[in-house]
């Protein structure tokens, strides 16, 4: 009796061992199921925080989107080819008011050189030089300066 106490203390003894080998895995699933639970609590926080990033940015994407049309709106209001013609005429307009004012005022010019040529013969004529005529000769002086002065502006 003793031989069969002691194969089934011996037998015991085996299931005891493999008893605390499997309470030791149970120990350690749970501490992987604790492990695990708790990175799924982080995962699911760092997830809550990315998708209220992704609201956010949705958010300041419809407000962009929204602006972007109304930009693309107001240029296409704009008439481009129409405002580039009048552009042009307004240009074409002006042009030829200084090609005529240019012409009027390199007429007046010649007319000027004209009258101050032939004052100045007159004088050379007449050997006598007066007070009149010599500030007649500087005011028609200081207009042919200013008439030059115009016409190198214009050119």
Request: aromatic share 4%; net charge positive; glycine share 6%.
């Amino acid at each position: 009796m003793k031989e069969q106490i002691h194969k089934e203390l011996a037998a015991l003894q085996q299931e005891l061992s493999t008893l605390a080998e499997r309470a030791k895995q149970i120990e350690s699933a749970k501490e992987i199921a604790i492990n695990s639970a708790k990175s799924g609590q982080e995962l699911q926080k760092k997830y809550e925080e990315q998708l209220i990033e992704i609201k956010n940015m949705t958010g300041q994407f419809q407000l962009l989107s929204q602006r972007s049309l109304g930009l693309v709106e107001r240029i296409d209001k704009i008439n481009f080819p129409e405002r580039l013609d009048k552009i042009d005429a307004s240009i074409v307009t002006i042009t030829s008011g200084l090609q005529f004012v240019q012409q009027k005022l390199e007429n007046t010019n010649r007319g000027i050189k004209d009258e101050f040529k032939e004052a100045r013969r007159e004088i050379a004529n007449h050997g006598e030089t007066s007070i009149g005529h010599m500030k007649t000769i500087k005011i028609i002086l200081i207009i042919l300066g200013i008439i030059n002065l115009l016409v190198m502006i214009f050119k």
